[in-house]
């Protein structure tokens, strides 16, 4: 079941999430609402907060086709290592259409996550993976991708989403 990606500014997308301390039939629902909102939007990431539900939970994909699909899903997912080498992506947000800006952030990381069936994992990431995982991990505490900008991009693309967040209650009503 698809479900609602909220935009930028709202302030579920502000607050830190809290642990998910219960692997149940809801967790496990959500997590395939993600992944099919994901798969949907198209996205190659998507944390628990951007459909509403402060827990700390995210999932993603960053394979490309013809690679075979790899749907994670990580629970209470937490950076373990993190290189000194520093890489720069042009990152996008689903909760923030169509803006796009570079962001810098450690190359590779380490992150430890419950999966879903309970077993704990730990796996390295690099390239696009780790940009993403970093960039989910982010939303669980609240933070954006703007955040990292300096101030006058910050505000003006703010200011474009809630231009857009008007026109698209107006077109609904
Ligand atoms: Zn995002």
Known sequence: MLRPILIHPDPRLKKVCD??????????????????????????????????????LLVMDCTKAPEPPRPMVLINPRITWASDDLARYEEGCLSI????????RPARVRVA?????????????????????????DHLDGKLF?????PLKRQMITRKMEKLKRERARGQA
């Open 97 to 104: 259409p169509e803006q796009y800006a570079e962001v810098q």
């Open 146 to 150: 703007i955040d990292y900008l300096g």
């Open 19 to 56: 642990p998910v301390t219960d692997i149940t039939a809801d967790i496990a629902r959500l997590a395939q609402d993600m992944l099919d909102t994901m798969y949907d939007a198209p996205g190659v990431g998507l944390a628990a907060p951007q459909v509403g539900v402060t827990k700390r």
């Open 113 to 137: 996550w419950t999966a879903l069936d309970g077993t704990g994992q730990e796996e390295e990431f690099d390239g696009l993976w780790s940009t993403c995982v970093q960039h989910e991990i």
